[in-house]
């Protein structure tokens, strides 16, 4: 990607497919001038800030299509360029025939996040907000969407804006004693020096404390064991965790045994699954047996996965193929008790009795776990973090070099390292791979 295009890109912004509206955006020097040939009523030369309503005229298209056209005059629009979104039917042979029209006119399709990446080359967004926007729109619920407007907001960058500045003027002042060595002058006192870098190592600790918690998910993978009374739910559920004290679930072979559900966080080799063993599906006789079923209900919609136990050689019944259906959250259907009988193929199969089954089916899970998809910000978190830990490095060997009064050479070259690792987290130092690396990442039209 060239990060220095002046020619005008063309994108289709909106979710493709039929839909009551689509826009078409611009962006560019002049990108009015491409949408000239094809919109009537005519566009003024100068318009400004503009909306006009007429009609787009295709090529192939008898009738003339309705559209809106917005125009948005640089520098004040999100590219800092001249920006002009064209609003019209979402129909895509039509949206087709129109993106045709606009490349013909001089424009040229959009990269994937070329239009955030103009906005931060014309300075409107830093690196780690421009990162935030592609985290809002591919936020899967809505902890993701807070921690990712609450970046693009500049809760990462703003607060060591600060000490960007703090250390650009104390670089300045140690450099400058240097350029007057021979003199009798002291720009800045050793005690200063020393306040300035433990308050920046301060600010740096709590910022990397603060993208730790937000990289940690709220709670481990959850499995809920779900199926009919006596299924071999808990049987699985003690023969999973390896539990024979109180924390194991109680057996019997009287089908309603589990009254409460139990969880049990289980290490899969370094992945963590929270085991859940919920009551069998059954009409509540009395209020107990009614609460046990809206809480096997209620962790079983919070689950990341369910596992539904099939009992081998035991009829299926609707439930459990309604259940195997949905979607979210997704269900594996599991063959249990297989020591008593022949057991289906095409789902795991175990036995709590022999163990068969059971390494496999903690492989299944383990693949499961890690499958999970990456929160929207963790690639967002992991470049800032590397940034933070390598210019916290760079501080403690400059407190360091003040404390043992070593050469002030040693402290400039350690300040310059900081402000540097700063500056590429927030973009000020960037190369064309680093923003490639990071723009890639969007859609088209973004």
């Not at 999970?372 to 978190?381: E, M, V």
Request: with cysteine; proline share 6%.
């Amino acid at each position: 990607m060239t990060p220095r295009n002046q020619d005008v890109i063309v994108a289709l912004s909106t979710a493709a497919g039929p839909g009551g509206r689509a826009v078409v955006r611009l962006s560019g020097p002049g990108a009015a001038k491409v949408v000239v040939p094809m919109f009537q009523p005519e566009i003024p030369s100068s318009p400004g800030r503009l909306l006009l309503e007429g009609y787009l005229q295709l090529p192939g298209v008898a009738s003339p299509l309705a559209a809106d056209l917005y125009l948005f005059p640089a520098p004040h629009t999100y590219t800092g360029e001249d920006v002009v979104e064209i609003h019209t039917l979402s129909c895509p042979p039509l949206l087709e025939l129109l993106t045709a029209r606009l490349l013909q006119s001089g424009a040229r399709a959009a990269r994937p996040g070329e239009f955030t990446m103009r906005a931060f080359l014309a300075g409107k967004l830093d690196l780690t907000r421009a990162e935030a926007v592609n985290a809002v729109i591919e936020a899967g619920d809505e902890g993701e969407l807070k921690q990712a407007l609450t970046q693009l907001a500049g809760g990462l960058a703003r607060p060591l804006e600060g000490l960007r500045e703090d250390l650009f003027n104390l670089l300045a002042d140690v450099e400058a004693a240097l350029d007057f060595a021979d003199e009798d002058i002291q720009f800045v006192g050793r005690e200063d020096i020393l306040h300035h870098l433990t308050h920046g190592m301060a600010q740096l600790t709590t910022a990397r404390r603060q993208l730790k918690q937000r990289a940690v998910t709220e709670r481990p993978f959850r499995v809920v064991l779900a199926g009919r009374p006596n299924a071999g739910k808990s049987s699985l559920f003690n023969a999973l965790t390896g539990t024979s004290d109180g924390a194991s679930a109680l057996v019997s072979a009287e089908p309603g045994t589990t009254r409460d559900y139990l969880i049990h966080k289980l290490d899969l080799g370094g992945a963590t699954v929270e085991l859940v063993d919920t009551a069998g599906w059954q009409a509540g006789q009395d209020t107990i047996e009614a609460q046990a079923q809206a809480l096997g209900r209620e962790q079983a919609g919070q689950a990341d996965l369910v596992l539904l136990c099939f009992p081998a050689g035991e009829p299926t019944i609707p439930e459990e193929w309604d259940l195997l259906r949905q979607e979210r959250p997704p269900v594996l259907g599991v063959t249990t008790k297989c020591d008593l009988a022949a057991a289906p193929s095409g789902m795991p199969q175990v036995s709590a009795l022999t163990g068969e089954g059971l390494d496999a089916l903690r492989e299944v899970l383990d693949e499961s776990v890690r499958s999970r998809r990456q929160p929207a910000l963790a690639p967002s978190l992991s470049r800032c973090r590397g940034h933070i830990d390598l210019c916290l490095a760079c501080l403690r060997r400059a407190h360091a070099v003040v404390l043992f009064e070593e050469p002030a050479e040693l402290l400039a070259l350690e300040l310059r390292g900081a402000l540097e690792q700063l500056g590429e987290m927030v973009g000020a130092v960037y190369t064309d791979d680093l923003l490639d690396r990071i723009f890639s990442r969007f859609c088209v039209g973004k």
